[in-house]
């Protein structure tokens, strides 16, 4: 089994680096790095911020490495004030909230703009989150292509998808793997109240490293 990872920035993927000893492909236009667990073969990808970076890293990772299986791993802001920094969200399904109007994503993206993870990838994750007594919701990731930093956007995201967090890839990566037919997750820690006051980025992106490391190893 061929597993792919992504995440935006380094540090998002930088604990699943280290807990699996990875190594970074050379003479790669993309920022790569591979290895194995037991079985499996690793693919961990830094792909940039953004819709558009994220979702060629992902349809680059299908074509070149035949990856089975795509787990976006990451920090996301809150959508919800009942929803706390460093509280973990498994996607149901993930959605764009710039993509307007929403009848034209209704029809142009998979699973009528709502693009379902892959039940058995959202099983394992609830597995690992229950033994290790972490908070966590399944639930709807939105993005889009704006850092979210106002009360009043935030509420309006909220408003208009319904979904608990907010970033800006985990869309687009489950909107191509699903065209693809691959398997996928997200995998998001709240870092920020989607406010533009404390952000916990850091701790975030390395707490939603350790649990997608520990899903690799579940798979």
């Given at each position: 089994m061929i597993i792919g990872?992504?995440?935006a920035f380094d540090k998002e993927i930088e604990k699943i680096i280290d807990i699996f000893k990875l190594e970074k492909e050379k003479n790669c236009k993309r920022i790569i790095y591979k290895g194995a667990f037991k079985d499996?073969?690793?693919i961990v990808c830094n792909s940039g911020i953004g819709k558009t970076n994220s979702a060629s890293i992902t349809q680059y990772i299908i074509d070149k490495y035949n990856v089975d299986i795509i787990i976006n791993s990451g920090c996301a802001g809150s959508l919800k004030s009942s929803v706390k920094i460093m509280d973990i969200i498994i996607s149901s399904y993930v959605t764009y909230h710039d993509f307007n109007p929403t009848r034209i994503m209704n029809f142009s993206t998979p699973d009528n703009g709502k693009i379902k993870a892959d039940n058995n990838l959202i099983k394992i994750a609830e597995r690992i989150l229950?033994?290790?007594n972490n908070k966590y919701l399944i639930a709807p990731i939105t993005s889009g292509d704006c850092f979210v930093t106002d009360n009043v956007l935030r509420d309006t995201i909220y408003q208009n998808t319904e979904a608990v967090c907010v970033d800006m890839e985990s869309a687009s990566?489950?909107?191509v793997a699903k065209i693809n037919n691959i398997p996928f997750i997200a995998i998001r820690t709240i870092s920020d109240f989607s406010d533009g006051i404390d952000n916990f980025e850091e701790e975030a992106a390395k707490k939603?490293?350790?649990i997608v490391?520990?899903?690799?190893?579940?798979?």
């Amino acid at each position: 089994m061929i597993i792919g990872i992504i995440g935006a920035f380094d540090k998002e993927i930088e604990k699943i680096i280290d807990i699996f000893k990875l190594e970074k492909e050379k003479n790669c236009k993309r920022i790569i790095y591979k290895g194995a667990f037991k079985d499996k073969k690793l693919i961990v990808c830094n792909s940039g911020i953004g819709k558009t970076n994220s979702a060629s890293i992902t349809q680059y990772i299908i074509d070149k490495y035949n990856v089975d299986i795509i787990i976006n791993s990451g920090c996301a802001g809150s959508l919800k004030s009942s929803v706390k920094i460093m509280d973990i969200i498994i996607s149901s399904y993930v959605t764009y909230h710039d993509f307007n109007p929403t009848r034209i994503m209704n029809f142009s993206t998979p699973d009528n703009g709502k693009i379902k993870a892959d039940n058995n990838l959202i099983k394992i994750a609830e597995r690992i989150l229950k033994a290790t007594n972490n908070k966590y919701l399944i639930a709807p990731i939105t993005s889009g292509d704006c850092f979210v930093t106002d009360n009043v956007l935030r509420d309006t995201i909220y408003q208009n998808t319904e979904a608990v967090c907010v970033d800006m890839e985990s869309a687009s990566i489950g909107h191509v793997a699903k065209i693809n037919n691959i398997p996928f997750i997200a995998i998001r820690t709240i870092s920020d109240f989607s406010d533009g006051i404390d952000n916990f980025e850091e701790e975030a992106a390395k707490k939603s490293s350790e649990i997608v490391s520990e899903i690799v190893k579940k798979i």
